[in-house]
């Protein structure tokens, strides 16, 4: 998020009625460190190659730096979000690739659970993240992006669908993976932490 202190600022345009992001030079690190990242993990979650993926990210901060004069960005996360996507989708020339989640949008605070509820928690993950490799390309990556912390408004930016589609996409495939998970064949501790790591997604600021 960038700070008070920072200097980026909008230009209005009296023509549309709306702003856009000024980049100035000494923005342009700031903008790399705190965005570079979860773009990092987005972008190799589709390419799955992470030296790919540093290229692409390469590419898309080098297009920012040489046309940041030129650019008008209304919504900077989005519009990362969305250049980091159609990057990784050009370096493949597979639109349909299948993500894969990294498991660092997983992680487990080692201060907060004992050791044996931290084997339960694994065991959800790991089957929540099996679980969702069975959804359809485009709700994988919503929920995708919805761990990353993107909002609902942002997907559908990212994703050029409507925010309307996203909600319900976002709704129809948490019921999906919760149906999944409660009738599966797993013991009642794992059932429980895997609905409640659902019930997260699926609360994450919309």
Do not use: C
Not at 23 to 32: G, L, P, Q, R
Request: net charge neutral; aromatic share 10%.
């Amino acid at each position: 998020m960038l700070t008070k202190h920072s200097m980026v600022y909008f230009a209005a345009q009296m023509d549309s009625g709306n702003a856009y992001f000024v980049i100035t030079a000494n923005d342009f690190e700031s903008i790399f460190k705190e965005n570079y990242t979860p773009l990092f993990h987005y972008v190799n979650s589709i390419v799955k190659d992470r030296d790919l993926a540093k290229d692409t990210l390469s590419d898309l901060f080098l297009n920012l730096w040489q046309q940041k004069d030129k650019l008008q960005i209304q919504q900077l996360k989005p519009y990362l979000f969305r250049a980091a996507r159609n990057g990784a989708l050009k370096s493949l020339n597979l639109s349909s690739q299948t993500a894969q989640f990294s498991d660092e949008l997983f992680e487990i605070p080692t201060d907060t659970y004992n050791p044996l509820e931290r084997f339960v928690a694994k065991q959800s993950i790991k089957i929540v993240q099996e679980l969702i490799q069975k959804l359809p390309v485009a709700r994988r990556e919503m929920i995708e992006l919805r761990l990353l912390g993107l909002k609902n408004y942002e997907i559908a930016d990212i994703m050029d669908i409507s925010e309307k589609k996203v909600e319900y996409n976002m709704r129809e495939a948490i019921e999906h993976l919760s149906t999944m998970v409660h009738h599966g064949n797993f013991d009642k501790a794992t059932i429980a932490g895997g609905l409640m790591l659902l019930t997260i997604i699926l609360h994450f600021p919309s």
